[in-house]
C-alpha cells in the first residue's frame, strides 16, 4: 500500500507527528492508501512558506505572463496525465470513471482559463475633480488557506489554486481527508514546472486539527472554503480574530422547478440528472423537485420509474451511472435520510442500501414524493441520491416554496413560456438559475450562493476577485504647495 507525502516548501513530507490517514476505495472499503496526518506544527510550517514566498520570494517580483504559463504548464500535465488522475479520483471517492475523465477536464481547463486572466486583470484610472492622477491598482491578497470537500476533489483544488496563483498569491491547500489523493498525484508538479518553493503548499489532515490550524493562523489573509454549512460558520468565527478574508461555497437544497408545459422526456432526464449525478454528492443538487399539479402524478410515475433502472456498479466500470458513497460516515448519514424520509413522506423508489453490493457504501437512488416543504428532508442538505419531490399549484406558489429554504445556491425552472422562465429567474433568490437544464458549470461563468450558501463567487473573472486587493494610489500633478496654513 502506497504512502503519499504532502507539499510543504518545495518538499514533499510526512507529518511531523509521524501520524497517517488511511485512503478508502468506497466501494471496496478496503484501505488503498495513507496520507500523512498534519498537525497544527505541519499547517505553521506551510504557512510559514507560504508567507515567506508571498513576502520575500521570486514570487512576489514575478510577472503575469510568467504566472499564466506556469498555470497553462499544470494544465497540460493534467491533460497528458487524465486518464491515470480519473482513475485514481474515481476509486478514491467512488464517482463512475466517466464522471472522473470529465473532472479532470475541467480542473484543466480552469488552470488554462486563469492562466490567460493572469495577464487581464487590469487597473483603473479614477475620475477625480483635482489635478491629480488617480490609478486603483489590483494587487494579491497575500496567503490564502484554502480547504476542499470531497465530492470533485481535483476540481476543487483547481477552482481554489489557478484564480489565487493567477491573482499572485501563495497557497496551502487542505484537501478532504476522505480525498487526497489526486491533488497529492500533482503535488511534485508545481516544483518541476517551475513554481518557487513554499508558493504552493498541499497539506493533508483532518478538519480539526488541519483545517482549523489553518483558520486560526495569524499568517494566512485569506480563507477560501467549500463545504457544509454547518463547517462555514464555524470558520467564519474563527476568522474573525484578525479579520481574514473569507469565501465560503456552502450547501443547498436547490429547487428544479417543472411546470406543465415543459418538455416532458426533457424533465424527467432534468430532474434525474440534477440530483443523482455524482451520486448526489453535489453542493448544488436539484434535492427538491417541485412539479405542477396537472402533470404531478405522471411525472412521479416516470421518474420513479427511470430512477429503478439507474446502473449502479463499481466506478472503475464504464457502464456504471452511480458509484458508492464516498464514505461511512457519508453512508450512515444517507441512509439516516431515507428512514427518515419513509416517515415523512411517500416512497416511490429506492430507499435502502444497495444490497447487490455485499462491501461498499452503496445506496439506492431514492425519491420521496408528497413531500411537505417544511420536513426535515425538504430542508436539510442529503448530500446524497435522495429526492424530495413536491406539488405547486400556480407559480406563485412554485416561487414561494423554492425561496422557503435556509440555503440559496441554485435553483432550475423548466417551462416553454418565456414570460414565465424569466419572472420565476428573477424571483428565484439563488446564485445560480438554469432555464430547461440543470448542472452545467463552466469556468467563464460566476459560481456561488445567495443566503446559507455562502458569499463571494468562484469562477470567471469574479474567481480571481476574490484573491485581489485594490488600492487607491493617488498622485498630486499640482506642484504648488496646498496653501492650507498660511
Ligand atoms: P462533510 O461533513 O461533508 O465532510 P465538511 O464541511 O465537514 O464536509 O468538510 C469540508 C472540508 O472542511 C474538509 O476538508 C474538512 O476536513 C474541513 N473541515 C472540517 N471541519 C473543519 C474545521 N472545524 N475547520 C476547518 N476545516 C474543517
Ligand atoms: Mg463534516
Given amino acids: 500500500m502506497h504512502r503519499h507525502r504532502m507539499l510543504i516548501n518545495g518538499e514533499l513530507v510526512e507529518a511531523q507527528g509521524g501520524a497517517w490517514i488511511p485512503v478508502l476505495d468506497p466501494s471496496t472499503e478496503e484501505i488503498i492508501a495513507e496520507v500523512p496526518a498534519a498537525g497544527p506544527s505541519d499547517v505553521a510550517r506551510a504557512v510559514e512558506a507560504a508567507r515567506a514566498a508571498f513576502d520575500s520570494g521570486p514570487w512576489a517580483s514575478s510577472t503575469a505572463q510568467e504566472r499564466g504559463r506556469l498555470l497553462f504548464k499544470i494544465a497540460q500535465r493534467i491533460r497528458d496525465d487524465a486518464a491515470a488522475l480519473a482513475e485514481i479520483e474515481s476509486r478514491d471517492c467512488g464517482k463512475p470513471i466517466v464522471e472522473a475523465e470529465y473532472d479532470m477536464q475541467d480542473a484543466a481547463t480552469c488552470f488554462e482559463y486563469y492562466g490567460g486572466m493572469a495577464t487581464k486583470v487590469l487597473g483603473h484610472v479614477n475620475p477625480v475633480p483635482d489635478n491629480a ?63 518557487p518553493p513554499g508558493v504552493v503548499n ?91 399539479r396537472s402533470i404531478y402524478s405522471r411525472f412521479v410515475e416516470a421518474i420513479t420509474e427511470k430512477a429503478r433502472s439507474i446502473r449502479l456498479g463499481p466506478p472503475l466500470d464504464r457502464a456504471t451511472k452511480m458509484g458508492p458513497l464516498v464514505s461511512r460516515e457519508q453512508y450512515e448519514r444517507v441512509r439516516g435520510y431515507q428512514e427518515l424520509g419513509k416517515k415523512e413522506a411517500r416512497l416511490t423508489a ?32 442529503i448530500f446524497g441520491p435522495v429526492a424530495a419531490v413536491i406539488p405547486f399549484d400556480a407559480e ?88 492650507w496654513y498660511s
Fill in 133 to 195: 492622477l488617480s490609478l486603483s491598482l489590483r494587487e494579491p491578497v497575500g496567503v490564502a488557506g484554502q480547504i476542499i470537500p470531497w465530492n470533485y476533489p481535483l476540481v476543487m483544488a483547481a477552482w481554489k489554486l489557478a484564480p489565487a496563483l493567477a491573482a499572485g498569491c501563495t497557497c496551502v491547500l487542505k484537501p478532504a481527508e476522505q480525498t487526497p489523493l489526486t491533488a497529492l498525484h500533482i503535488a511534485g508538479w508545481f516544483e518541476q514546472a517551475g513554481f
Fill in 396 to 483: 406563485r406558489d412554485a416561487v414561494r416554496i423554492a425561496n422557503d429554504t435556509p440555503y440559496g445556491l441554485a435553483a432550475a425552472v423548466w417551462t416553454r413560456d418565456i414570460f414565465r422562465a424569466l419572472r420565476v429567474v428573477k424571483a428565484v433568490r439563488a446564485g445560480i438559475v438554469w432555464v430547461n437544464h440543470m448542472q452545467p458549470t463552466y469556468v467563464e461563468a460566476p459560481w456561488g450562493g445567495y443566503k446559507q450558501s455562502g458569499f463571494g463567487r468562484e469562477l470567471g473573472p469574479w474567481g480571481i476577485d476574490e484573491y485581489l486587493e485594490t488600492k487607491q494610489v493617488h498622485i498630486n500633478l499640482n506642484e504648488q504647495p496646498i496653501g
Fill in 202 to 292: 498541499i497539506v493533508t489532515g483532518l478538519g480539526v486539527p488541519a483545517g482549523a490550524a489553518l483558520v486560526a493562523h495569524p499568517g494566512t489573509d485569506k480563507i477560501a472554503f467549500t463545504g457544509s454549512a454547518e463547517v462555514g460558520k464555524i470558520i467564519l468565527k474563527n476568522a474573525a480574530d484578525n479579520i481574514k478574508r473569507v469565501t465560503l461555497e456552502l450547501g443547498g437544497k436547490s429547487p428544479n422547478i417543472f411546470f406543465a408545459d415543459a418538455d416532458f422526456e426533457a424533465a424527467i432526464d432534468g430532474a434525474l440528472f440534477g440530483v443523482f449525478i455524482n451520486q448526489g454528492e453535489v453542493c448544488s443538487a436539484g434535492s427538491r423537485i417541485l412539479v405542477e
Fill in 350 to 381: 429506492g430507499g435502502n442500501r444497495a444490497s447487490q453490493f455485499s462491501r461498499g457504501f452503496f445506496v439506492e437512488p431514492t425519491i420521496f414524493a408528497d413531500v411537505d416543504n417544511s420536513s426535515r428532508i425538504a430542508r436539510e442538505e
